[in-house]
């Protein structure tokens, strides 16, 4: 496979909607994902009431990356080869010596499944992205509850707290004005959602004027996806896209054959009998990737069109869109900007019009680390019995280097960069930072760990 990576090669462009072309503002976002959950738990389960206060700081504890093992109420921090590196009961952390105990220096038992990407189990829980993070802080303040008051050992909220996502997220609960998180959204959109970059839009037309397809592909269902495409691209914003597939059900849009996800049209935002084929562009819904990338072949004339898909889900965006289609994968990652980076040598060699966005050190992080959890790259692993510590990879990091092609923090930060911009892609043979851009996070770069593990 060759180095590098441009958008100038690809026929066909694919977006994820929600934390990728539509960005958000996390600490609001996250707070009112929180408040949807716990209300629910509480007004119709009968939780503690406790549960519907927040401390100021508690929101640290959400981190990308983390595992609930559901059974032992325990969250953990994965290391590349699926040791724990760290853990919690509830909300409270672990020791070392706690988790040598309960779990020993070696793989996770669950680890074979999870490093599969199967996040959806009655054992364990993946959490990869915002929309579920929120979910784990309340989930770990359950455990805290229940052993206060039961002093369980083994738990079994998880059936009530799928009920509270279902509740909050189901297809017509915008349309009802169902739940805590919908009707929210709708009323303050401003106070969630953030505009999108005149860089960026401009970037989309650009994509288009050069001949590329454009594609939406989102979970969210229209109704919901065309209020956000509204606030953040304008009211014209099917015109940026030739294809628009929303209530996508990913992953199992990349991995069910077409009998089992068929595509279907809408209908004032109510979907209508199955379609045996996709024969035009348009707006959809549900689907599969088969049937896509046959009209894709169609549309640009090719045998194999080369797709590439922006998403920041792993597991719903990136792993299936490499796995079971072989796309070309960007990964929008914001911990990148939680990270200070400093711009390696080279970098500065390169003339200043092909610079993008973030190069340099002159963006504010909006995005924080979580002191809890620490880097979301790397860690330490303590040494046993004397032996000096050393410095790991985690399982999150591995995955980015595995799955995507490339990784940035936003849209924005390629927004400004020409076509045919040249990516390093991560590969086998490269360093394990070669597909970061602008650079990549200071926790990977050499001496830097001391730093940046404190």
Same mark, same amino acid.
């Given at each position: ?25 996390? %600490? ?13 738990? #509480? ?15 508690? =929101?640290?504890?959400? +981190? ?10 325990? *969250? ?7 040791? #724990?590196?760290?853990?919690? @009961? ?27 990407? #199967? ?19 309340? +989930?770990?303040? #359950? ?5 206060? @008051?039961?002093?369980?050992? $083994? ?9 509270? /996502? ?46 590329? &397809? ?14 956000? +495409? ?7 914003? !099917? ?10 059900? $990913? ?10 996800? %068929? ?12 379609? =045996? ?37 792993? @597991? ?6 490499? @796995? ?7 990964? &929008? ?16 060699? !390169? ?16 995005? *924080? ?7 979301? *790259? ?18 999150? +990091? ?9 990784? /940035? ?38 001496? !830097? ?6």
């Amino acid at each position: 496979m060759q180095q590098h990576f441009s958008l100038a090669d690809c026929d066909v462009v694919g977006f994820d909607l929600d934390h990728t072309l539509c960005r958000y503002h996390l %600490p609001q976002s996250a707070r009112l994902i929180y408040d949807s959950f716990a209300q629910y738990l #509480v007004t119709e389960k009968g939780y503690d009431e406790d549960l519907l206060t927040l401390a100021p700081d508690s =929101l640290d504890f959400c +981190c990308k990356g983390l595992v609930l093992d559901i059974e032992e109420g325990n *969250f953990l921090k994965l290391a590349e080869d699926g040791t #724990v590196l760290r853990a919690s @009961h509830g909300t409270k952390s672990m020791t070392f010596e706690e988790i040598l105990e309960t779990h020993g220096r070696r793989e996770w038992k669950h680890f074979s499944t999870v490093s599969g990407m #199967v996040s959806r189990t009655a054992k364990y829980y993946l959490y990869d992205n915002y929309f579920d993070l929120p979910g784990a802080l309340l +989930c770990a303040r #359950v455990v805290d509850s229940l052993d206060q @008051h039961d002093g369980q050992k $083994k738990y079994d909220f998880w059936k009530d707290m799928v009920a509270a /996502i279902q509740h909050n997220y189901k297809i017509s609960a915008f349309k009802e004005d169902c739940g805590t998180y919908f009707p929210e959204v709708k009323n303050h959109p401003d106070k969630y959602l953030q505009k999108c970059p005149e860089s960026v839009k401009k970037w989309l037309k650009q994509l288009k004027n050069s001949g590329k &397809i454009l594609l939406l592909i989102t979970s969210s269902h229209s109704d919901y996806c065309r209020l956000l +495409c509204e606030h953040v691209l304008g009211n014209d914003f !099917e015109e940026y896209f030739d294809i628009l597939i929303t209530n996508a059900l $990913k992953p199992g849009f990349f991995s069910h054959t077409p009998n089992q996800r %068929p595509f279907r049209t809408l209908e004032n935002d109510e979907e209508q009998e199955a379609l =045996l084929s996709l024969d035009k562009p348009g707006w959809y819904s549900q689907g599969n990737a088969i049937q896509l990338f046959d009209l894709l072949k169609k549309m640009t004339g090719k045998l194999d069109p080369k797709v590439v898909y922006f998403g920041d889900s792993m @597991h719903s965006d990136i792993f299936p869109a490499r @796995h079971y289609s072989n796309w070309e994968t960007v990964f &929008i990652l914001e911990e990148l900007l939680g990270d200070k980076v400093t711009v390696p040598a080279k970098a500065e060699s !390169e003339p200043l019009e092909k610079k993008g966005k973030y190069e340099g050190d002159q963006f504010k992080a909006p995005y *924080f680390v979580s002191k809890q959890w620490g880097s979301f *790259f790397m860690d330490r692993l303590p040494g046993l019995e004397n032996a000096e510590e050393t410095f790991v990879h985690t399982w999150s +990091c591995k995955c980015i280097s595995t799955y995507s092609t490339i990784a /940035i923090p936003s849209l924005e930060a390629i927004a400004d960069l020409p076509l045919d911009y040249r990516f390093t892609r991560f590969s086998s043979n490269s360093s394990a930072t070669a597909g970061y851009y602008p650079t990549p996070p200071r926790a990977l770069l050499p001496n !830097e760990e001391s730093v940046t593990m404190k």
